[in-house]
Structures are given as structure tokens and as C-alpha cells.
């Protein structure tokens, strides 16, 4: 005999089955996954959504041990950003300073060489310094092929190693702007130094002061870049604005440093031009 049914007797309430639990999707070996991670170079991003819908799914159930392994080591391959160490950041500011105060001290020595080739009124070797030569074709300094001394304090003398190359010294010496006219005798030749008039003195002393300023200007191109070097430091995060300041401030200290020797050898260098 067939059972009777209500009308009002829901179907769905009789055939319905119990539910299941919900089943944790995700539970993959950190080895493996590793290393499947590594091969196909995966992005992290895919990785991530799928611990995004198992959690979903899953609602409150809590995840494997093997499953917080692989997250934690999504999480170390996102990306190390290396900072600098205390050491490199030290190393690259002895750095700028060290070549700051070397290219200022070669400035000094380029001051000092433009002066002594100022003649003065006493005979100085070192005035014929930016003389050169066309030696076997090429343009050699002069002191590189030749004596040159001071036999009396109003002349000099050049002895060229290589005889041949008397004319060649003879006529880069009458083409430079020392005004001296070269007396050679086939063996050597022999340099007289007139006295300075006092309008040449005057000529030659603004000419040491323009040679004084442009090596001013050489210092301050120097404390410049340096600057710059300090302030790359400071955009890469590695200095301090202060450690700038503190910096900038040390650069200008040495910058006057050598400002001072600037100043000092160009007033001696006047007072040998002026002296009668």
C-alpha cells in the first residue's frame, strides 16, 4: 500500500542528503610546490589566490601545517631589497672626499706651474716649462730633451741631448709669448733676460691674478661635484639630511683651505714681478 503523502509535506526535506562538511582544497607539499614554483617561475600572484579561495571555502577551517609552510615561503621570494651596510655607506663618503681633496691638490700644483712660467726679473728654468718642442714629429716639452740652467741670474742656458734639435728648440722658443730672442751657437743656446719695464710688470701681475682666479674657480667646480656625490647619497636613502649638512659643511672648510694657499702663492708670486 502506497504511502500518502501531505500536500504541505516538503519534498526536499525527505530526499535531501546531510551536507558534508567543506574539504580543504589546498594541501600541497613545500618541496614540491618549491620546486614546481621555481621551474615554471610562477608569479606569486597565482599562488596567493588560491590561498584566498580555499579560505573562502573553507570558512573556519584551519589550514595544514604544510599549507602555512608554502605561505611563509611565498612570502620570502616576493623580494629581498639589499640596503647598504654602515661599511659601503662610509667607504663611498672617504671616497668623495678623498677625490676632492686630490683634485685639489692637483689644482694647487697647476697654479704653481702657470706662475713659474711667468718670467720674472730674476732667470728661473722653470719659465720655459710650457715650451714644447716638434721633436721627429711629435711635440715634446722642452725640458724633456734638453739641460736648461742658470749660469747667471740674468740668463739661461739650454743643452739640448740630441744636437740635431737646436733649430727646432730655436724656433718654439722665438714662437712663444716669453719675448726672449734664443743666441745659438751649434752647441747650445744661450737666453738673455732683459729687465722688466714697469708697465710689463703690471701686465704680468694681472696675468698671475687671472691664473689665481681661474684655479678659485677650478675649487669651487670641485666643491660642487662633490656636493652633488653628498646629495645622490641622500636621495638613495643612505645619508641623512643632516649628515649632508654636516658633510657640505666640512667640504667648505677645505674648499677655504686651499682657497688660502691659492691666495698665498699668488701674492708671492706679485711680489717677485713688482720687485725691481
Known amino acids: 500500500?502506497?504511502?500518502?503523502?501531505?500536500?504541505?509535506?516538503?519534498?526536499?526535506?525527505?530526499?535531501?542528503s546531510k551536507p558534508k562538511p567543506p574539504k580543504i582544497l589546498l594541501s600541497l607539499p613545500v618541496s614540491s610546490y618549491g620546486a614546481n614554483y621555481n621551474d615554471n617561475n610562477r608569479s606569486h600572484s597565482a599562488a596567493v589566490s588560491l590561498w584566498s579561495s580555499t579560505s573562502h571555502y573553507a570558512g573556519a577551517t584551519k589550514l595544514s601545517a604544510n599549507s602555512i609552510a608554502v605561505k611563509q615561503l611565498l612570502q620570502k621570494r616576493r623580494g629581498v631589497i639589499q640596503c647598504a651596510t654602515i661599511e659601503e655607506i662610509e667607504a663611498e663618503k672617504?671616497?668623495?672626499?678623498?677625490?676632492?681633496?686630490?683634485?685639489?691638490?692637483k689644482t694647487i700644483e697647476t697654479v704653481r706651474t702657470n706662475f713659474n712660467s711667468?718670467?720674472?726679473?730674476?732667470?728661473?728654468?722653470?719659465i720655459l716649462d710650457k715650451i714644447e718642442v716638434e721633436y721627429y714629429g711629435s711635440p715634446v716639452s722642452l725640458k724633456s730633451i734638453a739641460q736648461i740652467s742658470t749660469p747667471e741670474s740674468s740668463s739661461l742656458l739650454v743643452q739640448p741631448y740630441d744636437k740635431s734639435s737646436l733649430k727646432a728648440i730655436e724656433k718654439a722658443i722665438v714662437s712663444s709669448d716669453l719675448g726672449l730672442t734664443p743666441n745659438n751657437d751649434g752647441e747650445v743656446i744661450r737666453l738673455s733676460l732683459p729687465q722688466l719695464t714697469s708697465e710689463r710688470r703690471k701686465e704680468l701681475s694681472k696675468m698671475v691674478a687671472k691664473q689665481a682666479e681661474e684655479g678659485k674657480v677650478a675649487l669651487r667646480n670641485i666643491r660642487r661635484d662633490a656636493l652633488k656625490a653628498y646629495e645622490k647619497l641622500e636621495?638613495?636613502?643612505?645619508?641623512?639630511?643632516?649628515?649632508?649638512?654636516?658633510l657640505s659643511s666640512d667640504l667648505q672648510k677645505l674648499t677655504d683651505e686651499y682657497m688660502k694657499k691659492i691666495d698665498?702663492?699668488?701674492?708671492?708670486?706679485?711680489?717677485?714681478l713688482l720687485k725691481v
Open 235 to 246: 636621495k638613495e636613502k643612505k645619508l641623512s639630511e643632516d649628515n649632508v649638512k654636516d
Open 94 to 105: 672617504s671616497s668623495i672626499e678623498k677625490d676632492a681633496k686630490a683634485r685639489m691638490e
Open 1 to 16: 500500500m502506497a504511502t500518502a503523502f501531505s500536500s504541505t509535506t516538503p519534498l526536499r526535506s525527505v530526499f535531501q
Open 118 to 126: 711667468v718670467r720674472t726679473g730674476r732667470a728661473n728654468p722653470a
Open 264 to 272: 698665498s702663492i699668488f701674492k708671492q708670486k706679485e711680489k717677485e
